[in-house]
């Protein structure tokens, strides 16, 4: 695994589940998390702690090239299918645990809507880490 790669696929997926997160969750999905999550342990915008959401999005920006740059993926939607399976397994295990184990999460649909959603942000960040990386060119 080259270095490299590595660290610009890690610092790119992390931009883009940042802003593509940020997009998701905090504009077109900010009403239906609203009603279908206890907004009681939710912190208010102001009182968010950014640097842990910063750090989070690094450690999974730097999970998922570790992921691409260790399968030796070869095409960009390889990248973003198993991106994508990733963050659906991921997603899957922390929303079910979730709604086994607390009241966070109102009812079942949630899990479903969340476990898609995340998929997606993994895919476009698999992706992402192909296309940055340069994982696809050609070796001189």
Wanted: charged share 10%.
């Amino acid at each position: 695994m080259k270095t490299n790669k590595f660290l610009l696929g890690g610092i790119a997926a992390a931009v883009t589940f940042f802003f593509l997160g940020w997009l998701i969750y905090g504009i077109l999905l900010m009403d239906y998390m609203q009603n279908h999550y206890d907004q009681s342990l939710m912190k208010a915008e102001e009182d968010m702690i950014w640097w842990a959401m910063i750090v989070s999005n690094l450690a999974s920006g730097f999970l998922l090239a570790f992921i691409i740059c260790w399968a030796n993926i070869k095409s960009l939607s390889d990248a973003a299918l198993k991106g994508g399976i990733v963050g659906l397994l991921i997603a899957l295990a922390i929303n079910l645990s979730y709604f086994s184990m607390s009241d966070m999460i109102l009812s079942f649909t949630p899990v479903i809507v969340d476990t898609f959603v995340s998929g997606f942000l993994w895919a476009v960040s698999g992706a992402v880490i192909f296309w940055v990386s340069g994982m696809g060119k050609k070796k001189e």
